[in-house]
């Protein structure tokens, strides 16, 4: 099992920069493909980013892609979500995901492991 914890969201214009950080414990890090996903109110869980257990590839919604990173240090048993260029259709609840294997996650329903969440708001 693994634990997933979610930190750096917040109150950002439009226009700005964030950074997500998610820091596992538990489980070998290496053991999953991490992921980020986000749900706006009324919507669903959809996929914004998901990163291979190595970090040799990744994947990104079109809706970010070009304004969002995801990286990963295993060192420090951490995934990250870079995000630029902020719009406020960026709002939502932020969600770091684990998933067993090497396969990369794209929809929430294969997802193993769920963060807390944490609250991006962009402002206009």
């Known amino acids: 099992q693994v634990q997933l914890v979610e930190s750096g969201g917040g109150l950002v214009q439009a226009g700005g920069s964030l950074r997500l950080s998610c820091a596992a414990s538990?489980?070998?890090?290496?053991?999953?493909?991490m992921g980020w996903f986000r749900q706006a109110p009324g919507k669903e869980r959809e996929l914004v980013a998901t990163?291979?257990?190595?970090?040799?590839?990744?994947l990104y919604a079109d809706s970010v892609k070009g304004r969002a990173t995801i990286t990963r240090d295993n060192a420090k048993n951490t995934v990250y979500l870079h995000m630029n260029t902020l719009k406020p259709e960026d709002t939502a609840v932020y969600y770091c995901?684990?998933?067993?294997?090497?396969?990369?996650?794209?929809?929430?329903?294969?997802?193993?492991?769920w963060g807390q969440g944490t609250q991006v708001t962009v402002s206009s």
């Open positions: 995901a684990a998933k067993v294997g090497a396969f990369l996650v794209t929809t929430a329903r294969n997802v193993d492991y």
């Open positions: 990163i291979s257990p190595m970090g040799g590839t990744t």
């Open positions: 538990g489980r070998t890090f290496t053991s999953y493909t």
